[in-house]
């Protein structure tokens, strides 16, 4: 399996691994074109040689052929650049940006890899208080606790008691996953019943959101100087003289 980079241009979604290698064939699906005929053009296969002559590597180690699950030609991000700004000069500039920012670990992908792991971690040390818990009260731990205490958890993210597929989350929804976790582990560690639980989880998620609604509208720098005054039904400044009058006669004579 490949750690693949999700990214998007133009509503258009895109595919890169942590190495920098870039799934040519399904942007060029989106641009209705084609590959090969790329590859095929006279300027492409004189820089492909001149390439491969200069870092004296096969021409697999630039292009490779994947089937299955991310399937399509996957080119080396010394090619990629080229093959997207023969598609769009726009997006070729932009691949560009994306290939330096992965391989500078200065991608959101990291960012978003990061929260995953978290989640995975909250949850392996939620479980494992779960069953301390009810062995330290003469009870049996069986599968369906841990799915309840999961689906719990889903519903409080999303509204519903569902299975919910983690890879598909936002880095922002990872993020508040990881606490609603963290906040039931030391529920259960409190002896807080299940709906107590449940309400405070439901809680702190509709909180956790307003706080980030809130801060998002904050960020918003207006002119206040000049917006507040009209707010409160004044003008912003004072009316001055007009540019064409001077000392109390008109410029124009």
């Known amino acids: 399996m490949i750690d693949v980079v999700k990214a998007e241009f133009d509503g258009v979604p895109l595919t890169f691994t942590e190495d920098g290698w870039f799934n040519a064939t399904e942007v060029a699906d989106k641009y209705k074109r ?40 996957w080119m080396h991000p010394r090619l990629a650049v080229a093959f997207a700004r023969w598609l769009d000069v726009r997006f070729g500039v932009w691949c560009d940006d994306q290939i330096f920012q992965i391989l500078s670990g200065q991608h959101i992908h990291y960012d978003w890899k990061k929260s995953r792991h978290e989640t995975s971690a909250s949850f392996k040390v939620l479980g494992q208080v779960l069953q301390l818990t009810r062995q330290r009260s003469g009870k049996t731990c069986a599968p369906h606790h841990f799915s309840n205490e999961a689906l719990m958890i889903n519903w409080a993210l999303t509204g519903k008691f569902v299975k919910i597929d983690r890879n598909g989350l936002s ?32 809680q702190f998620a509709n909180e956790h959101r307003n706080r980030a609604t809130t801060s998002r509208l904050q960020s918003i720098d207006l002119p206040w100087a000049e917006v507040a005054p009209f707010a409160l039904g004044k003008p912003a400044l004072e009316p001055g003289p007009s540019p064409d009058v001077i000392g109390g006669q008109s410029s124009n004579g």
């Open 34 to 73: 084609r590959v090969a005929d790329w590859l095929e053009n006279i300027e492409t296969q004189d820089y492909l040689s001149a390439l491969l002559e200069i870092l004296k590597v096969p021409k697999v180690a630039l292009l490779k052929t994947r089937r299955g699950r991310y399937g399509g030609t």
């Open 171 to 202: 880095a922002d929804d990872l993020d508040l996953l990881a606490k609603l976790e963290n906040m039931d582990t030391v529920l259960i560690g409190c002896g807080t019943s299940y709906e107590d639980r449940k309400e405070k989880l439901e």
